[in-house]
């Protein structure tokens, strides 16, 4: 499954490169960019922004590397002229606003474009992007019988006036949404004498445990029992950790009306807890400053016994990495947690079917969208599907009993390539793009039982809490804006403060009153209204 938030626009160096129109002359036929016209009717060439992300870029420095890539320039004709931004997400970000300034735009812009300023229609209202709903109906068979097909995706990629802006990233199957959330040391768990905790109560009863009985053994009482993270990931853990408490960590809804979590008086209750766990030594006394390295060195040092991580990227990769060093290692996964016996928890991690990450819009930079369309198709015909998903057949994948199976190419790589290092070689399906994502391409990273049970385990959670991913008109979008970055780095920092104690618990009102001071209220006030939009959609 692929991973991680796509990036914005790389800004000062793209400059726009147009093919031909689709239709307009025959294969072979000079076009307006003085290129030859691709294979039947394809672009000749077109740039195309998108960011090259970690796995990929250990293996190549542009995706014209990307076996998936050179096969479609083989079946089309169409040379790609990929952009990839350089620099982290602040400098992204910042080269993004220029790139919108300047309107220096490429042909293509893959990110993901719910986030952008002002939303996705203010980006076709002001020119940026184009409308694609007439150009698919014409030029995009195999999209168009998909969209078609599942009437509900349809309605997710439109605006609330009905514009489609981009092709999608699509995670279909269920299997696909859930891949994140609370790990456990089972080897601790053995020996402490102790099952797995699922309420609250047996989290803090398994937690002391792990405080007093020394499960690593070493003598040296320098085992962590949890780390509760409050940096990037914060929403996801938070969410699965607040949802015992039947609320979300920020915006959410309960029968079409929205909330926010950290003005209920359940937000004060699951502080009061993290603060309890927090001077009872039984949370990281640096959880505010950990990131995933230092998260990796302490899982790695056989100090964590209770996180909140990955199937493949946590479970996988540190029972590969420990099981030899560390005799009996084992790692599982546990139900997020519910406050009572035999509830079920109503939030945990959760994707949606279409997350609005990885999608490719076409700018108005674009002399010949119809080409572009037609070419952005393929990823949902049949042979595009396998291509994005498992790559070259009889290289990186084979056919058995019906099903591609990948190869020890990707599976056991000889330049010692970890598995999603070798997908990004050969497809796209390890981090995302304009396609729907194959479940299989996700299920065979699952190398232990361990990892096929955290699927099923992380996806009992009731998870009707989310709000569905909507589009802001643009003065709303600039309105949630203004108010949530006073909000965020508010809360962002009263939030450590309250679990660590250096802020009391008794203040909890008065950030409630400076929470609404930012204009909380008025900003729920704008995300029903979009619900309200959506809902009629």
């Known amino acids: 499954m692929a991973y991680g938030m796509a990036a914005v626009l790389f800004a000062g160096i793209l400059t726009a490169c147009s093919g031909g129109s689709e239709g307009a002359a025959p294969a072979g036929s000079k076009v307006e960019s003085g290129q030859t016209e691709g294979k039947n009717g394809y672009p000749a060439s077109f740039s195309y922004w998108v960011e090259l992300d970690g796995d990929s870029a250990v293996s190549m420095t542009n995706f014209n590397e990307n076996e998936a890539y050179k096969k479609l320039e083989e079946m089309t004709g169409t040379k790609v002229d990929f952009k990839h931004p350089t620099g982290g997400g602040t400098q992204i970000q910042e080269q993004f606003n220029l790139m919108i300034a300047s309107r220096n735009l490429p042909d293509v812009i893959q990110t993901n474009w719910l986030t952008v300023p002002k939303g996705p229609q203010n980006a076709i209202d002001d020119g940026t992007i184009i409308r694609l709903n007439d150009l698919i109906d014409q030029y995009a068979p195999n999209f168009k019988k998909y969209l078609d097909e599942h009437p509900d995706i349809a309605n997710m990629i439109k605006t609330d006036k009905g514009d489609i802006y981009a092709f999608p990233f699509i995670r279909e199957d269920d299997r696909l949404k859930v891949y994140y959330g609370p790990v456990i040391r089972k080897d601790w768990l053995d020996k402490v004498g102790m099952q797995p905790p699922t309420t609250i109560d047996e989290w803090e009863q398994v937690l002391t445990a792990f405080r007093d009985k020394d499960p690593n053994g070493n003598g040296k009482k320098d085992e962590i029992p949890f780390l509760l993270e409050v940096g990037a990931v914060r929403n996801d853990l938070l969410n699965s950790m607040i949802g015992a408490w039947g609320i979300l960590d920020k915006f959410y809804q309960k029968d079409g009306k929205v909330y926010y979590g950290e003005i209920q008086p359940e937000f004060e209750q699951f502080l009061t807890t993290m603060h309890k766990w927090y001077t009872e030594g039984l949370i990281d006394k640096d959880f505010a400053a950990v990131d995933g390295k230092l998260k990796d060195a302490k899982t790695a040092g056989n100090q964590l016994g209770l996180l909140y991580g990955y199937s493949s990227g946590t479970i996988g990769k540190f ?9 009996g290692f084992k790692m599982t996964a546990l139900p997020n947690p519910t406050l009572n016996k035999g509830e079920v928890s109503a939030a945990g991690m959760i994707s949606p079917t279409y997350p609005g990450e990885h999608s490719a819009a076409i700018t108005s930079a674009a002399k010949h969208p119809e080409q572009i369309v037609k ?10 599907h396998m291509l994005f998903n498992f790559g070259i057949e009889g290289k990186s994948y084979t056919m058995v009993n019906g099903k591609p199976e990948y190869t020890e190419l990707i599976t056991d790589n000889p330049d010692k390539l970890t598995f999603k290092q070798a997908q990004a070689k050969f497809m796209r399906t390890q981090y995302g793009g304009p396609f729907v994502q194959d479940v299989e391409s996700f299920l065979q990273q699952m190398k232990y039982p361990e990892q096929l ?5 992380w996806s009992k959670a009731k998870n009707n809490l989310q709000l ?3 589009t ?9 804006a203004s108010i949530m970055n006073d909000v965020n780095t508010y809360s962002d920092e009263m939030v450590v403060k309250f679990i660590m104690g250096t802020e009391p618990l008794s203040n909890f009102p008065k950030y409630v009153e400076a929470l609404k001071s930012f204009g909380i209220e008025e900003a729920i006030q704008v995300e029903q209204a979009a619900l309200d939009r959506y809902s009629k959609r």
């Open 319 to 327: 029972t590969d990495l420990m099981k030899d060093s560390v005799p």
């Open 375 to 384: 070419w952005l198709d393929l990823a949902y015909s049949d042979e595009g």
């Open 453 to 457: 049970d955290s699927l099923d385990v």
């Open 468 to 470: 569905p991913l909507m």
């Open 472 to 480: 802001l008109t643009s003065e709303e979008s600039s309105k949630i």
